[in-house]
C-alpha cells in the first residue's frame, strides 16, 4: 500500500496560498516522490555538517534537512505548496524573494494569462513548476526541493494576481512585469502531463482491477474504506505492469476509479465545485460548466460513449427510472436535490447529453439576495410581508434565470406550524419547514402504464388538508387545477413558469388552462386567473450572469375582458460598469399596494406602507 504523509495530502492550492504568499520562510517538510522521466533537474548536494546556513544562528539544532533527490520535471509540475507545518527559518529568505523576481518576467514570458485565468489553479503550478525547472537547470546555485516548491508558490500567486487582477497577499512594491508578448502552448501541454499519464494508467490497469475485486464485497464498503483498500491493489498492479507514478498522481488514480464505482465518475470534482452551477455534457469529449453566470468549457473527458451511458443510467436507477432507446429520456435528481435532464440516442446524435442544475449548498434567503444585487432592500422588504399575508405568487422568468431560487427564498416566510404540500415532476425544491410532503411525478412503465401525472397529485393533495400548495413548474393543464386550489381557501401558494413578462405569463397562463380540455370561455378563464393570482415575479438572467428581480407586478382585477396589473417595482437598465457588470436601479412606483388590506390583516400594513414610500 502506498502511504502518504500529512504533508502531501491533495488540496487547493489557492487557498493555502492567500494568507501567505510573502512568507518564504515556510517550506515543505517532505518532498513529492520522484520519478524518472529522462529529465533531470540538478541534483541536491551531500549535507555538509560543517558549512551552517547563514542564519544559522537562529536554526534550532534539529532543524528538518531535505535527502538528496533528483527533480524531474514531471515531479516538480506535480509538486503542490504545503504550509501545514512551520519549518524554522534557516533557508535565506533572500534567497527566495531573489529568484522569484529575476524568473517571474521570464515565466510570464512562456505563460499565456488568458489561459492561465481559465484553468484550476492546481494544474496552473504545475505548469509553473515545470518553467521553474527549466531555468534552475540555467542557474549555478542549488536549490533544495523545499525551497523549489516556495518559489512555484511565490510565482503561483504573482501570476494569479495578473491573470485575475487581485492582490493576493502581501507582495513588496516592484515594477510590473513587461506586457506578454504571446502566447506558448507548452504551458498547456505541460499542465497536462500528469492528467494524461494517469488516463493511461487507469486504461490499463482497470481489467485487472476488476478480475482481482469482489465487487460485491466493495459496494458494501464506504468510500473512505474502499480508497484504503483499493490503494492498495492499485499499488500492486502498477508494479507488476511496472508502471512508474508518482504518489499524487496515485492518489488521482485511486480517487478516479473510485468515482468510477461509487459516483458520476469525471463528474465528481465538478459537482464538489461549489462555484459551479450548471454541469452540461454533450457526449463523451465536450463538458461545458456555467461559473459566474458564464459558460465554460473544461478538460473533463469521457472514455467513450458507453461510459457516459453508465453514468447516466447510475444517475436515474437511484430514483428507479430507466434510460435507454425505448426510453431515451428523463429528468431526475442527485442526493443532493439537484436537478438532471439525461438525453441519449437515437435522439441525441452526438452521444448521450447530460444536464446537471446545482443548487448551492448555502441556504439563499430574500436578505442574502438582496446583498447579492438581485433585489433591492425595499423589495425584499415587500415580497417578505406578501409571502407573510399568503398572496398566490406566480414566480415568471427563462431557463436557468432563478425561479427555483427565488421560491425557495419565498418560502422562508412560511410559517412553521403550516403543512406544506410541494409537487414537482423532480423533487429540487430545499423548503425548511418541519410539515413539508413532498410529491413526485412518475413516468410510464416498459408497457406505457402506471404514469402519475402532476395534475394527479394536485388533486391529490387537496384532500391532505394542506395549508399552502407549492408546485415546482406548471407546464399543461394542471394550470386548470392550480388555479382552482387557489380559489378554494389554499391561500399563499407558490409555483413558477416560464415566461418573459409578467403580462405573458397570464397569456400562458390562460393558454395551458385552455389545455385542459375545460371549454371555459376566455372571459371566465381570466376572471379565474384574476381572482387567483395576487403576484407576479419577474426574474431574469442578463447578460453578465447575474440574476435580478426586474418585475414585482400585482394582479389588480378585471376591466372588462382584461385582466388589470400594476408594478409595484421595476428594474431600470442604465449602462455598464467598467469591470462588464450591468449598472441599473430598481425602482418603487410609490403606489398603495392592491394587497394592503390583507397585509393589514396580518398586522404588517405599517411596514409596507415604509417600504413602498407611502
Known amino acids: 500500500m502506498v502511504k502518504t504523509s500529512d504533508t502531501e495530502t491533495e488540496s487547493d492550492p489557492l487557498a493555502r496560498l492567500k494568507p501567505r504568499l510573502g512568507a518564504p520562510s515556510r517550506a515543505a517538510e517532505k518532498p513529492p516522490p520522484t520519478r524518472d522521466t529522462g529529465t533531470t533537474a540538478p541534483q541536491q548536494p551531500a549535507q555538509d555538517t560543517s558549512k551552517k546556513p547563514e542564519n544559522s544562528d537562529t536554526a534550532p539544532s534539529n532543524a528538518p534537512t531535505t535527502p538528496s ?23 535565506p529568505p533572500n534567497k527566495i524573494e531573489a529568484a522569484r523576481h529575476s ?27 515545470g518553467v521553474v525547472v527549466e531555468l534552475l537547470g540555467q542557474q549555478s546555485e542549488q ?7 516556495q518559489l512555484i508558490a511565490a510565482l503561483l500567486g504573482d501570476v494569479l494576481e495578473k491573470a485575475h487582477g487581485v492582490k493576493l497577499g502581501k507582495k513588496s512594491q516592484e515594477q510590473e512585469p513587461a506586457q506578454i508578448a504571446g502566447t506558448f502552448p507548452e504551458l498547456e501541454s505541460k499542465a497536462s502531463i500528469a492528467r494524461d499519464q494517469v488516463d493511461d494508467a487507469k486504461r490499463k490497469l482497470q481489467p485487472l482491477l476488476m478480475q482481482r475485486m469482489d465487487i460485491g464485497a466493495a459496494a458494501k464498503l464506504d468510500r473512505s474504506e474502499l480508497a484504503k483498500q483499493l490503494g492498495e491493489l492499485v499499488h500492486e498492479i502498477l508494479s507488476e505492469l511496472k508502471i512508474h507514478l508518482n504518489m499524487a498522481e496515485q492518489r488521482d488514480l485511486v480517487t478516479t476509479l473510485v468515482n468510477d464505482m461509487l459516483g458520476l465518475g469525471p463528474l465528481e470534482p465538478l459537482l464538489a465545485d461549489d462555484a459551479i ?3 452540461m455534457v454533450n457526449g463523451p469529449n465536450q463538458v461545458y460548466i456555467e461559473k459566474g453566470g458564464k459558460l465554460q468549457l ?18 436515474v436507477s437511484r430514483i428507479g427510472r430507466r434510460i435507454d432507446e425505448s426510453s431515451p429520456l428523463c429528468d431526475a435528481r442527485l442526493e443532493d436535490g439537484s436537478r438532471v435532464n439525461i438525453i ?8 448521450a447529453s447530460i444536464s446537471i442544475r446545482k443548487f448551492s449548498k448555502k441556504k439563499i434567503d430574500l436578505d442574502s439576495m438582496a446583498k447579492n444585487g438581485t433585489i433591492s432592500q425595499q423589495m425584499c422588504t415587500v415580497l417578505k410581508i406578501a409571502a407573510r399575508s399568503r398572496l398566490n405568487i406566480i414566480i415568471s422568468g427563462g431557463t436557468g434565470s432563478g425561479k427555483t431560487t427565488t421560491l425557495n427564498a419565498l418560502s422562508r416566510m412560511i410559517d412553521a406550524g403550516e403543512r406544506v404540500v410541494t409537487i414537482e415532476d423532480a423533487a429540487e425544491l430545499q423548503l425548511q419547514q418541519p410539515h413539508v410532503v413532498r410529491l413526485e411525478t412518475r413516468p410510464p412503465n416498459l408497457e406505457g402504464e402506471g404514469e402519475i401525472t402532476m395534475r394527479e397529485l394536485l388533486k391529490n393533495s387537496l384532500r391532505m388538508r394542506p395549508d399552502r400548495i407549492i408546485m415546482g413548474e406548471v407546464r399543461g393543464q394542471e394550470a386548470l387545477d392550480m388555479l382552482q386550489a387557489m380559489n378554494t381557501g ?12 409578467p403580462r405573458e405569463a397570464l397569456m400562458r397562463l390562460e ?19 384574476a381572482s387567483a393570482v395576487d403576484m407576479i415575479i419577474q426574474v431574469s438572467r442578463m447578460r453578465d450572469g447575474g440574476r435580478r428581480i426586474t418585475y414585482v407586478t400585482e394582479v389588480v382585477g378585471m376591466e372588462g375582458d382584461v385582466i388589470t396589473t400594476q408594478d409595484l417595482f421595476t428594474y431600470e437598465y442604465l449602462g455598464e460598469g467598467e469591470d462588464g457588470k450591468l449598472l441599473g436601479n430598481f425602482k418603487s412606483a410609490g403606489i398603495r399596494p392592491h394587497f394592503h388590506s390583507k397585509a393589514e390583516y396580518h398586522g404588517l400594513h405599517r411596514a409596507l406602507s415604509e417600504a413602498m414610500q407611502l
Do not use: W
Not at 81 to 88: C, G, K, L, R, S
Not at 143 to 149: L, M, P, Y
Open 69 to 91: 533527490a533528483a527533480v524531474t520535471s514531471s515531479a516538480a509540475a506535480s509538486a503542490k505548496p504545503d504550509f501545514e507545518h512551520t519549518v524554522a527559518s534557516y533557508l
Open 103 to 129: 524568473m517571474l518576467p521570464k515565466v510570464l514570458e512562456r505563460i499565456d494569462v488568458t489561459f492561465a485565468s481559465k484553468i484550476h489553479p492546481k494544474e496552473l503550478a504545475r505548469g509553473i513548476g
Open 143 to 149: 536549490f533544495t526541493v523545499g525551497e523549489q516548491r
Open 277 to 279: 452551477s450548471d454541469i
Open 298 to 315: 473544461t478538460d473533463v473527458k469521457f472514455n467513450d460513449n458507453q461510459h457516459v451511458m453508465n453514468i447516466a443510467t447510475r444517475i
Open 344 to 351: 441519449v440516442p437515437p435522439l441525441a446524435i452526438d452521444g
Open 490 to 501: 389554499h391561500d399563499g401558494s407558490l409555483c413558477t413558469l416560464h415566461a418573459n413578462r
Open 511 to 529: 393558454n395551458m388552462v385552455g389545455m385542459g380540455n375545460s371549454n371555459l370561455p376566455s372571459r371566465a378563464v381570466r376572471m379565474l386567473i
